[in-house]
């Protein structure tokens, strides 16, 4: 059974910095296609950043790029998404994603797998 955990969320004030993991288990996803997704209160789920299979090419949401940084270690079967500058509009749940295709893709739809979650909270 897939299942992709996140951890590393938290409390931060504006400027400071989070580092999100999402380890991965029950398959190999190292030529998939993964990404980060975030959805605040009352708000639709967002695309934040993806991670091409193995070329490892990056994408990232024109309000995020810049201060994010999407990588991955397909040895640990883990990807990251490195929080620098973080602004309180930045406040959500982020959630991983794993597809089947090793093309980035933007639209939460066509993802295959989810994690449930983690609470980044952003205070002025």
């Known amino acids: 059974q897939v299942q992709l955990v996140e951890s590393g969320g938290g409390a931060v004030q504006a400027g400071g910095s989070l580092r999100l993991s999402c380890a991965a288990s029950?398959?190999?996803?190292?030529?998939?296609?993964m990404g980060w997704f975030r959805q605040a209160p009352g708000k639709e789920r967002e695309f934040v950043a993806a991670?091409?299979?193995?070329?490892?090419?990056?994408y990232y949401a024109g309000s995020v790029k810049g201060r994010f940084t999407i990588s991955r270690d397909n040895g640990k079967n883990t990807v990251f998404l490195q929080m620098n500058g973080l602004k309180p509009e930045d406040t959500a749940v982020y959630y991983c994603?794993?597809?089947?295709?090793?093309?980035?893709?933007?639209?939460?739809?066509?993802?295959?797998?989810w994690g449930q979650g983690t609470q980044v909270t952003v205070s002025s």
């Open positions: 029950g398959r190999t996803f190292s030529s998939s296609a």
């Open positions: 991670i091409s299979g193995i070329e490892g090419s990056t």
């Open positions: 994603a794993a597809t089947n295709r090793r093309v980035i893709i933007t639209t939460f739809r066509r993802y295959d797998y």
